[in-house]
């Protein structure tokens, strides 16, 4: 069974402040998404990280796939209140990508930026 | 942009009814999906669907829901006599397809079974 599970479960950080957020897996996948999730709504897609190695970024936050692609991780620099949030990663289980692969989530870790 | 759109937001029924949930995915996405969320766990994936038949579905999946794409642009899942424990968020998923595709999700659908 594919399990992906994140660390920390919980982070409260103040306004300026780094952070990084931890998915890991004993099972390789073909690609990797990070999701933001709103209390009451569906998970709103960040990025997907497809190469071993892979390093994204989008403003503030850097994602990076694992060279062995079992394990990532969400960097965010100068933390600010409106990045509180949840955040999921979701690997792709499939053996070749793409939409042939259902999603395995994380249980997400709770971010909470106080001004 | 695009999204996927879901109703309704919230469905209240009784243990044994019938309960469909409506979807319509992203338009020009050919690859459409069920997950479900109950409260404070994390989401899990139900079932996909392509081609106008079901791709994959999990163990919860079971003979009680089915989905179906009624005409082009609907999604529906059906859950034909609902248990208190199917009380859960439900979300609808759609994708392009292709290599290293990518889910959009949509608002959810909180049912709740009494």
């Known amino acids: 069974t594919q399990l992906l599970e994140q660390s920390p479960q919980f982070l409260s950080i103040q306004e300026g402040e780094n952070l990084t957020v931890y998915c890991n897996s004993s099972?390789?996948?073909?690609?990797l998404q990070w999701y933001r999730q709103e209390p009451g709504e569906g998970p709103v897609l960040l990025v997907t990280?497809?190469?071993?190695?892979e390093v994204k970024k989008l403003k503030r936050l850097t994602f990076q796939f694992g060279d062995a692609r079992k394990d990532s991780s969400l960097h965010i620099t100068a933390a600010q209140p409106g990045d509180t949030g949840l955040y999921l990663c979701?690997?792709?289980?499939?053996?070749?990508?793409?939409?042939?692969?259902?999603?395995?989530f994380g249980k997400g870790t709770k971010l909470s930026v106080k001004p | 942009e695009p999204e996927v759109t879901q109703t309704p937001s919230h469905q209240v029924t009784q243990m044994g009814q019938e309960v469909i949930l409506r979807c319509v995915p992203i338009s020009n996405h050919l690859y459409f999906y069920w997950y479900r969320q109950i409260l404070g766990q994390k989401v899990e994936f139900l079932v996909s669907f392509y081609n106008n038949e079901i791709s994959e579905k999990s163990e919860i999946f079971d003979d009680q829901f089915s989905v179906e794409r009624p005409d082009g642009s609907n999604f529906t899942l059906k859950i034909r006599s609902t248990k208190l424990e199917d009380s859960a968020m439900y979300f609808c998923?759609?994708?392009?397809?292709?290599?290293?595709?990518?889910?959009?999700f949509g608002p959810g659908t909180r049912l709740t079974v009494t």
């Open positions: 998923a759609s994708s392009l397809g292709g290599v290293w595709d990518e889910q959009y």
């Open positions: 990280v497809v190469t071993g190695g």
């Open positions: 099972s390789v996948f073909s690609s």
């Open positions: 979701a690997g792709d289980s499939s053996n070749y990508g793409g939409s042939q692969g259902n999603l395995i």
